[in-house]
């Protein structure tokens, strides 16, 4: 399978660098978004999920209406939709975008954040009725015929179901980097999302969901596919970029004192796993690898994706072909700028990438 790139959907022109305090969706800006990523070539964009913010599907489907090839993952939390709605839901947004829908699990990584939509479960749980509730989607994609359901979260008879996925069924991913996301995400998803870390680790996590996949009985070939997720900070020189991830910092600390970060500035430590490792690895050392960057990570307390890439365009490509190497199909880039860095990524980053693996592959097979 090629390298695939992926941003994040913004519906509106705030950023964390310049916060617009209960900015509406603005749908000139979101559409303008949009279309930048479908002319650059990103292959998807992710519609991210927040018990307090915009709705994925309405979001989705305007996305898909102004776009011609990128594909929108719809982030979804079961507690949010039954799952007979979320499959004939997903399916009518596949059907829109003609084959273009995609569907990004959580889980549910915070007890609090799960409570305030009525979400009691603890996280073993929630991870078991993911389970239940992705086997419930794929049946209801594919099942010619109506049919029960007896599960432990779930119970429904002669559900039948006229609306199918273009190409039959639509990609399932999963994120997270706990023991219950590996196993779930490795057993049962197409595509696994991961938050950047450093190669070893990296390497470390692809390691534990294949693990999961082959104790699943899946074939090597029909493992998820990895994505990694990274903020880059470029410029036209390392140099250059530093003084920008400096600034950066400087833009998130300070915002984040204001109380206008992602975290308030007093939030106690993460309960989800995967900004755990973040902070663990932060706690290490500012630079990893390459060109790794954890002081973003401290500085917003791990809230969400948060490891930055800093350096040249040469120095993030370069970056990104160390993860291609190690396995990761799905390259995630979002910068701090939106807009603009959406713009920059799609001049340097993603050709710049795509550039190197074609020469690899006529190398190949010539
Ligand atoms: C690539 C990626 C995207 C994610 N998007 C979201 C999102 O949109 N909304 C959200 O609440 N959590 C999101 N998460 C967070 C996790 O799915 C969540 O914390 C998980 O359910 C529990 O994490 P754990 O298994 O690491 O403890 C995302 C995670 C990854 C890796």
């Given at each position: 399978m090629p390298t695939e790139f992926i941003s994040l959907t913004f519906p509106?022109?705030?950023?964390?660098?310049?916060p617009i305090p209960n900015a509406t969706i603005d749908p000139n800006y979101l559409v303008r978004y949009a279309r930048t990523l479908d002319d650059h070539e990103f292959n998807y964009t992710l519609v991210p999920y927040d018990s307090?913010?915009?709705?994925?599907f309405t979001v989705g489907a305007t996305i898909a209406t102004v776009t011609k090839n990128l594909k929108v993952i719809i982030a979804l939390r079961?507690?949010?939709?039954?799952p007979t709605v979320a499959a004939k839901a997903l399916a009518t947004l596949d059907q829109l975008s003609s084959g273009r829908a995609v569907v990004h699990f959580i889980a549910g990584g915070s007890d609090a954040e799960q409570a305030k939509e009525g979400d009691f479960l603890n996280k073993e749980e929630r991870y078991a009725r993911l389970e239940e509730y992705i086997r419930i989607l794929r049946r209801a994609w594919k099942s010619p015929d109506p049919f029960d359901w007896d599960g432990k979260y779930y119970q429904f008879k002669q559900f039948s179901n006229k609306v199918r996925p273009v190409n039959g069924t639509i990609p399932v991913s999963v994120g997270g980097s706990s023991d219950e996301a590996y196993r779930i995400g490795g057993s049962l998803a197409d595509i696994f999302g991961l938050w950047g870390e450093p190669l070893k680790e990296t390497k470390e996590q692809i390691d534990r969901i294949y693990a999961e996949s082959d104790k699943a009985g899946r074939s090597e070939n029909n493992r998820p596919r990895i994505w990694v997720t990274f903020r880059p900070i470029i410029a036209e020189t390392d140099e250059l970029a530093w003084v920008k991830a400096h600034a950066t910092l400087d833009a998130l600390t300070t915002n984040r004192a204001l109380?206008?970060?992602?975290?308030?500035?007093?939030?106690?430590?993460?309960?989800n796993v995967g900004s755990q490792r973040l902070l663990d690895i932060a706690s290490r050392g500012?630079?990893?690898?390459?060109a790794l960057w954890y002081p973003t990570v401290t500085a917003t307390n791990a809230r969400g994706a948060s490891t930055a890439l800093v350096g040249s365009h040469q120095t993030i490509i370069d970056s990104i072909l160390d993860y291609v190497d190690l396995g990761a199909e799905l390259i995630s880039i979002r910068g701090y700028d939106n807009l603009n860095d959406a713009i920059d990524y799609g001049r340097y980053i993603v050709p710049g990438v795509r550039k190197v693996l074609q020469e690899r592959s006529n190398g190949s097979t010539a």
């Amino acid at each position: 399978m090629p390298t695939e790139f992926i941003s994040l959907t913004f519906p509106n022109a705030s950023t964390e660098l310049k916060p617009i305090p209960n900015a509406t969706i603005d749908p000139n800006y979101l559409v303008r978004y949009a279309r930048t990523l479908d002319d650059h070539e990103f292959n998807y964009t992710l519609v991210p999920y927040d018990s307090s913010y915009f709705d994925p599907f309405t979001v989705g489907a305007t996305i898909a209406t102004v776009t011609k090839n990128l594909k929108v993952i719809i982030a979804l939390r079961p507690n949010t939709l039954y799952p007979t709605v979320a499959a004939k839901a997903l399916a009518t947004l596949d059907q829109l975008s003609s084959g273009r829908a995609v569907v990004h699990f959580i889980a549910g990584g915070s007890d609090a954040e799960q409570a305030k939509e009525g979400d009691f479960l603890n996280k073993e749980e929630r991870y078991a009725r993911l389970e239940e509730y992705i086997r419930i989607l794929r049946r209801a994609w594919k099942s010619p015929d109506p049919f029960d359901w007896d599960g432990k979260y779930y119970q429904f008879k002669q559900f039948s179901n006229k609306v199918r996925p273009v190409n039959g069924t639509i990609p399932v991913s999963v994120g997270g980097s706990s023991d219950e996301a590996y196993r779930i995400g490795g057993s049962l998803a197409d595509i696994f999302g991961l938050w950047g870390e450093p190669l070893k680790e990296t390497k470390e996590q692809i390691d534990r969901i294949y693990a999961e996949s082959d104790k699943a009985g899946r074939s090597e070939n029909n493992r998820p596919r990895i994505w990694v997720t990274f903020r880059p900070i470029i410029a036209e020189t390392d140099e250059l970029a530093w003084v920008k991830a400096h600034a950066t910092l400087d833009a998130l600390t300070t915002n984040r004192a204001l109380g206008q970060g992602k975290a308030p500035p007093n939030a106690p430590p993460p309960q989800n796993v995967g900004s755990q490792r973040l902070l663990d690895i932060a706690s290490r050392g500012e630079v990893q690898d390459r060109a790794l960057w954890y002081p973003t990570v401290t500085a917003t307390n791990a809230r969400g994706a948060s490891t930055a890439l800093v350096g040249s365009h040469q120095t993030i490509i370069d970056s990104i072909l160390d993860y291609v190497d190690l396995g990761a199909e799905l390259i995630s880039i979002r910068g701090y700028d939106n807009l603009n860095d959406a713009i920059d990524y799609g001049r340097y980053i993603v050709p710049g990438v795509r550039k190197v693996l074609q020469e690899r592959s006529n190398g190949s097979t010539a």
